[in-house]
T-cell receptor, first 112, second 109 residues
Framework: NAGVTQTPKFQVLKTGQSMTLQCAQD?????MYWYRQDPGMGLRLIYY???????DKGEVPNGYNVSRLNKREFSLRLESAAPSQTSVYFC???????????FGDGTRLSIL | GIQVEQSPPDLILQEGANSTLRCNFS?????LQWFHQNPWGQLINLFY???GTKQNGRLSATTVATERYRLLYISSSQTTDSGVYFC???????????FGAGTRLAVHP
């Protein structure tokens, strides 16, 4: 099993460009999450999807949108990238909310 | 929401030493997860521990029901234990994980 797969692994954008980060899990999990990790900090929740067909805001949702395409896939979109969104983005999944979360390898995003 | 503080922020050990990492909370928590982020940035779930004590090889995690802290013990540390250890917890009716800032561990041979 691949677990949680994120694409791309690295990306450089110019300010104002748009981009979609992809995430897929093969563990048949119901809940999926997007986090960002900034230097010296823990992870902060951007958006989550408790189950297929639902999405909700986390701690830091501004500037992002998400789509739960199906049970397996949960994408994160930056409509107009800003330098403050330079970060490492992690996708995670769990069987249900508050259950053990399993993470992808991350996407390192730089915005110039 | 709850505040999660981890201590110490940095820890340097010689191979073979034991260590205790602590996770403090501003309020009572429902469950706790410990993660290890290796030097390549991958996050591995070490423990999901709503209550009690769990052990996985040289690592063990404990809860103390009446206290607002949790502990992670690493015994006979190895260089492969290096990285950042994060605790994350849910509290009350909010089922999303709140992360601490991490403890950065370096184990030298």
């Amino acid at each position: 099993n691949a677990g949680v797969t994120q694409t791309p692994k690295f990306q450089v954008l110019k300010t104002g460009q748009s981009m979609t980060l992809q995430c897929a899990q093969d563990m048949n999990h119901n809940s999926m999450y997007w986090y960002r990790q900034d230097p010296g900090m823990g992870l902060r929740l951007i958006y989550y999807s408790a189950s297929e067909g639902t999405t909700d805001k986390g701690e830091v949702p501004n500037g992002y949108n998400v789509s739960r395409l199906n049970k397996r896939e949960f994408s994160l979109r930056l409509e107009s990238a800003a330098p403050s969104q330079t970060s490492v983005y992690f996708c995670a999944s769990s069987d249900h909310e508050a259950q053990p979360q399993h993470f992808g390898d991350g996407t390192r995003l730089s915005i110039l | 929401g709850i505040q999660v503080e981890q201590s110490p922020p940095d820890l340097i050990l010689q191979e073979g030493a034991n260590s205790t990492l602590r996770c403090n909370f501003s309020d009572s928590v429902n469950n706790l997860q410990w993660f290890h982020q290796n030097p390549w940035g991958q996050l591995i779930n070490l423990f999901y521990i709503p209550s009690g004590t769990k052990q996985n090889g040289r690592l063990s995690a404990t809860t103390v029901a009446t206290e607002r802290y949790r502990l992670l013990y690493i015994s006979s540390s190895q260089t492969t234990d290096s990285g950042v250890y994060f605790c994350a917890a849910t509290s009350g009716g909010y089922n999303k994980l709140i992360f601490g800032a991490g403890t950065r561990l370096a184990v030298h041979p």
